[in-house]
């Protein structure tokens, strides 16, 4: 956030291309059936009719239900996640940036937002924030090999080509379907943003599912 923790691992083509940014998380909420609901009960609701929706390829429907979520449970990082992967993968930036930031306020170490956050900054020039976040991440699930391969490539960026090489051998270490470009982006150039759904917790933009009554 490990949103399999992320989809098919992404090809990435000779130059400056990052690994795409987490969709929303398909965790399987159970909600008691008996009485009267609560707010908290009804925001579930919304969220497994948002996901379904969003399943559906129904970004409107989804985006509807996301919103009632939120309104009857303003501390659902779920639902504001989600709303930040529709306006992600509607090339709308800055309104997903807002969401992503409102979700890691309510929680600092949710990963999916700390991974589509950072790909979102690298994206609009933020190579110090994405980076900063990229480490962040990397604190939070150490096996994210998405996580590593995109801070590799900006460090290399940056100048540190060494620094730069490790994470991009660690990510293609843990997950081998990566490929390091050839030759490696020059200091002038950054990853490009890449936003495609999954159906997964933890690196690659899609819905995002709360977990289960006793893990994003």
Avoid: W
């Amino acid at each position: 956030m490990n949103p399999t923790h992320h989809r098919s691992p992404a090809r990435v083509a000779l130059g400056r291309k990052a690994v795409g940014a987490l969709g929303l998380v398909l965790l399987l909420v159970a909600v008691a059936a008996c009485g009267s609901k609560a707010p908290a009960d009804k925001a579930v609701d919304e969220l497994n009719a948002g996901l379904a929706a969003s399943a559906a390829g129904k970004a409107d429907e989804a985006t509807t239900h996301y919103k009632a979520c939120v309104a009857l449970d303003s501390t659902n990082k779920y639902c504001i996640f989600n709303l930040g992967v529709i306006a992600q993968n509607g090339k709308s930036a800055l309104e997903a940036e807002n969401d992503y930031r409102l979700a890691l306020l309510l929680d600092p170490d949710f990963a999916p937002a700390l991974y589509n956050l950072a790909i979102l900054r690298a994206g609009a020039g933020g190579t110090a924030e994405a980076i900063a976040l990229y480490r962040h991440l990397l604190q939070v699930d150490p096996t994210n090999a998405s996580g590593h391969f995109n801070l590799g490539l900006l460090l290399v960026t940056t100048g540190d080509v060494e620094g730069g090489k490790k994470e991009l051998a660690e990510g293609v270490r843990l997950n081998p379907a990566l490929v390091i470009p050839s030759p490696l982006p020059g200091p002038s150039a950054s990853p490009a943003q890449s936003a495609s759904p999954t159906h997964a917790p933890s690196a690659s933009p899609a819905p995002s599912k709360a977990p289960s009554p006793s893990p994003s």
